[in-house]
């Protein structure tokens, strides 16, 4: 298993820093990697996260369930930046502000998403969304000027080898079936290298198979990456989620391991109505 | 080859041979043979050919913002324009003491309007160098002023085609005002020579034709290498996922700004060409009709195929030329007509329908 994520990355980076806290560098030292604390967004009035308050641990693999509107997916537009909250604060770290900056700079410092819908770019091949994705100079000249080395192609190839795409590699992605499109945009997720991965419903459309591999790789990241998932499915939850958090009307309803859960009065109210 | 995709592609080394041929067989002949010979092609053919490979230029450049950024940009024809009349007050500049006037510095409506002295933006364009970058500088810079406004602030879709729209039409009302300094209504025309080379004179033509021609190729070359980049993916992946892009660290603005200004130097060259061949420069080019006319060139070629942008532009405008010579009247009936039909029946243009028989041929 472990062997299965150094493939993925080779050199795991330590996620804990040094000792020195730097402004706008990611420090972790104090446990949590995200902060987010009383955050509020309405829409016309509609409270979609209401004095919300979380935090993840660095290199935990945390999944969030709750009920339809309950705020799953307008937390992840608030950390990645699509979403302003009205009040609250969300650090990166100890000292990264996120409501500082913009999508294009959350994605670099390390904060990555795969979206309920899968989004790749049908346009063009597996290949080339992978390599769009790959952890690189962003800037237009340097992407103008971009050459791939060998080294860069090598982990394409392994990553399209753990998606289980090989033989589509040249394909359009268009053509790929649901599950293959979920697969692929992991990839590209894994292609960015990310510190934080937000993951919203990986497995809808997907085989059982897919499903199981799915839940080997979320599980084989842990510890080296923090992650993220919102996911529907409680089987799927159970046999990945050490934590989990559900939410309820923008707020957080409770925390704890599936079993502490599934037996909170609360939360078989929220779930089963009355 | 290799790097710019073409070896595979037969429409595309079709269209590039035929380009050569056509800049280099017809200058050629006409240079070396008299005007009796068969192998003599008339001054008209030639100035009119001329003509077709600055519109190709031009659509190429709109097929790049719209065909692979998915930017509709309806305000081509402005960068267009201004490219034409950096060329054009150069042009002006070499008349000198030839002019009605016979002021030495002045160019006759501004003697007309009682000017005294040259406006400062006049200056420097005596220098022909000097007008060649302001062909590009100039373009590029409303390009990018306008693209950075735009972009930053997300305008998008319809309301940028619009705002575009709105661009090139308040031009044509500023260029049409005397106080301007740019000849107002009549614009700029009556242009003596060229390096020294008399404009109207057969060989000049054929030069120019073959210049034209050139630079289209080389343009679409350097278009096909862009396309092949990591940037001409991203700019790919805008067209069909902007957000998405931006999740992935890429400052989609800036992408757009860069293809919308790059694009608008190439018009720029486009319509730098343009002017010498057929003579003049006025506001009409500022029309929002001609920018609209562009789309209607690509989308009926091919959009997101550099070459279909060629086909488009060269084959409408030779429809156009036929056309009005027989029944002006419906020319643009013609025009909208096929516009229509093309976007029905062939949302990829002339190119896919091209495609499709090519592949067919195969299996």
């Not at chain 1, 990645?80 to 996120?98: C, E, N």
């Not at chain 2, 092949?228 to 992946?237: E, P």
């Amino acid at each position: 298993m472990n062997t299965f994520a150094e493939n993925l990355f080779g050199e795991v980076p330590k996620v804990s820093s040094g000792s020195l806290v730097v402004e706008g560098e990611l420090d972790t030292r104090h446990g949590p990697i995200l902060y987010l604390e009383d955050v509020s967004v309405s829409f016309d009035g509609f409270k979609a996260l209401n004095h919300m308050s979380l935090y993840i641990d660095a290199g935990e693999l945390r999944c969030m369930i709750g009920p339809n509107g309950a705020g799953k997916t307008t937390l992840m537009d608030v950390i990645t930046g699509k979403t302003r909250p009205d009040t609250g604060t969300v650090f990166f770290g100890q000292t990264i502000d996120l409501l500082q900056m913009d999508e294009p700079a959350i994605a670099q410092a390390g904060i990555c998403r795969k979206f309920q819908k899968p989004s790749v770019f049908d346009a063009l091949t597996v290949f080339e969304n992978l390599e769009l994705a790959l952890k690189a100079d962003k800037r237009t000249w340097q992407t103008l000027f971009y050459r791939l080395n060998g080294e860069q192609r090598d982990r394409i190839d392994q990553i399209i080898e753990t998606i289980g795409l090989t033989a589509c590699n040249h394909q359009r992605a268009g053509i790929l079936s649901h599950g293959q499109k979920q697969w692929l945009e992991i990839g590209m997720l894994l292609m960015q290298e990310p510190k934080v991965m937000l993951v919203d419903e990986p497995i809808a459309g997907m085989t059982h198979q897919e499903i199981e591999r799915t839940a080997e790789l979320l599980l084989s990241l842990q510890g080296q990456r923090s992650i993220v998932v919102v996911e529907h499915d409680m089987e799927f939850v159970r046999s990945i989620a050490s934590k989990v958090t559900v939410l309820h009307e923008g707020s957080v309803l409770t925390e704890g391991t599936m079993d502490e859960v599934q037996n909170d009065p609360r939360v078989i109210q929220v779930y089963l109505g009355g | 080859m290799k790097l710019i995709g073409l070896g595979t592609d037969k429409i595309g080394t079709t269209v590039l041979i035929v380009l050569a041929a056509v800049s280099f067989i017809i200058p050629v002949c006409n240079l070396a043979t008299p005007a009796d010979s068969p192998l003599h092609f008339s001054a008209y053919t030639v100035s009119v050919l001329g003509k077709y490979l600055t519109f190709a230029l031009l659509g190429l450049s709109l097929d790049l913002v719209w065909g692979y950024c998915g930017i509709l940009a309806l305000g081509q024809g402005a960068f267009f324009a201004l490219g034409g009349y950096a060329m054009g007050m150069y042009l002006m500049r070499q008349i000198g003491t030839r002019g009605v006037y016979g002021d030495p510095l002045l160019p006759d409506f501004m003697v007309f309007l009682n000017w005294k002295e040259l406006p400062w933006y006049w200056l420097g364009f005596d220098n022909f160098w000097f007008a060649l970058v302001m062909v590009v500088l100039v373009p590029g810079l409303l390009a990018f002023v306008f693209g950075w406004l735009a972009f930053r602030s997300r305008v998008t879709g319809v309301y940028l085609s619009i705002i575009t729209q709105a661009l090139t039409y308040a031009l044509l009302l500023a260029f049409f005002r005397n106080e301007m300094g740019f000849g107002g209504n009549n614009g700029l025309t009556d242009f003596k020579e060229l390096l020294g080379f008399n404009i109207q004179s057969e060989a000049l033509r054929s030069v120019l034709l073959m210049i034209s021609g050139v630079t289209l190729i080389a343009v679409f070359i350097l278009c096909r290498w862009l396309v092949n980049t990591k940037l001409g993916r991203v700019v790919t992946a805008i067209r069909d996922q902007e957000s998405r892009v931006r999740f992935l660290g890429y400052r989609v603005e800036m992408f757009k700004l860069w293809i919308f200004v790059f694009s608008a130097m190439i018009a720029g060259i486009a319509g730098a060409l343009y002017v010498p061949q057929v003579g003049i420069i006025n506001p009409s080019e500022f029309s929002p009709l001609n920018s609209l006319e562009i789309v209607i060139w690509v989308a009926i070629g091919g959009r997101g195929t550099l070459y279909g942008a060629i086909i488009g532009a060269v084959l409408v405008n030779y429809s156009k030329t036929v056309l009005t010579g027989l029944m002006p009247e419906i020319w643009l009936f013609t025009l909208g007509a096929v516009f229509v039909l093309v976007t029905v029946f062939l949302p990829d243009g002339l190119v896919g329908l091209m495609r499709r028989r090519l592949q067919e041929s195969h299996s």
